[in-house]
């Protein structure tokens, strides 16, 4: 996707960052949301990938905390403030939350792409970080990655090509 000289990829219900020159990629993002904040002065941006909304569905005995967005989204701030960002200067940028099927009757629970959008755009909420911009919703897959240097998040969806917001 992009000419970068390295990529860090980030897998499903996991977290990392990357400083410039490196960019930051995750693929496979259906209803899951793909969460990057960053701080274009000091060129640093971390990426979630988002799965479920709330770890409060948490079923296993340890808890995956970059599987849900009230849990990954306060830990990839305090990584992002722990590796030199300025709490007042981040970001957000999102894609994905895809509804991947079709159900009908329509139930919540088979609503986790919109529920998976809604709870990300609270939680960056409460934590006082601005989302630029968002390509969310539809039906189709989509792969990220973002350069910290030109803030650019390129989207590729299934079908659809390229864009970049």
């Known amino acids: ?45 971390g990426l979630a990938h988002v799965m479920l909304p709330e770890s409060s569905i948490n079923n296993s005995a340890t808890l995956n905390e970059a599987k849900f967005a009230d849990t990954a989204l306060k830990k990839l701030k305090n990584l992002l403030i722990q590796s030199g960002c300025s709490s007042y200067r981040l970001k957000a940028k999102i894609a994905g939350g895809a509804q991947m099927f079709s159900f009908s009757p329509q139930s919540d629970v088979m609503r986790i792409g919109p529920r998976n959008v809604e709870a990300v755009k609270e939680e960056l909420s409460s934590l006082n970080i601005p989302i630029i911009s968002e390509d969310v919703g539809g039906n189709k897959g989509r792969t990220i990655e973002f350069d910290p240097d030109t803030t650019l998040l390129h989207i590729r969806t299934v079908n659809q090509g390229m864009t970049s917001i």
């Open 1 to 45: 996707m992009l000419l970068a000289k390295e990529i860090v990829k980030v897998g499903i219900a996991d977290l990392n960052i990357a400083k410039y020159p490196y960019s930051i990629r995750t693929s496979g993002l259906g209803s899951c949301v793909g969460v990057v904040i960053y701080d274009e002065i000091s060129k640093i941006a």
